[in-house]
């Protein structure tokens, strides 16, 4: 078996439901992993879109995630050591996607094995995270989901 990452949320490559967006709850989906290679000592995990108009658009920064976890929950919020870093609407934590009206969206989950537990803050920035950690991935597992329907005018972001 090799690394894989899953949601009950959506299926992989569909619609990512409102609950997840902006025109929604604005909550992070609820994630599970398996087969974590060994050696591996904690996880990170990066939500983005590659395809906004003012380049990736960083929705999700996580780090510090306990090798033993198996899942992150709905709600982010953890006492285990986990750290959430600054996306690109220059607030900690999750923002769900929020495209402009009218152009469809492709959203990658990435989550990182990783041979470290990293020294990273809550807050850092996305290019701290990928810094701490270059030269440390094990593996790594990715899914996707769109955005293909029209989003409210409330949009908040070129995303």
Request: proline share 8%.
């Amino acid at each position: 078996m090799s690394f894989a990452l899953k949601t009950t949320a959506f299926a992989v490559g569909s619609e990512i439901p409102k609950k997840y967006t902006c025109d929604g709850a604005d909550v992070s989906p609820a994630l599970n992993w398996s087969d974590a290679p060994a050696g591996m000592q904690s996880l990170a995990l990066i939500a983005d879109d590659p395809y906004a108009p003012v380049g990736t658009w960083t929705h999700w920064i996580i780090c510090s995630i306990p090798a033993k976890a198996t899942a992150l929950p709905e709600v982010e919020e953890s006492s285990d050591g986990t750290r959430q870093g600054t996306n690109d609407f220059k607030r900690i934590g999750y923002g769900g996607p929020c495209p402009p009206a009218g152009k469809p969206h492709r959203y990658f989950f990435k989550l990182y094995a990783l041979d470290i537990k990293l020294d990273v803050k809550t807050g850092a920035s996305r290019k701290e995270l990928e810094r701490a950690m270059k030269g440390h991935v094990l593996s790594r597992a990715k899914i996707d989901g769109q955005i293909r329907t029209i989003m409210s005018v409330h949009s908040r972001h070129p995303d």
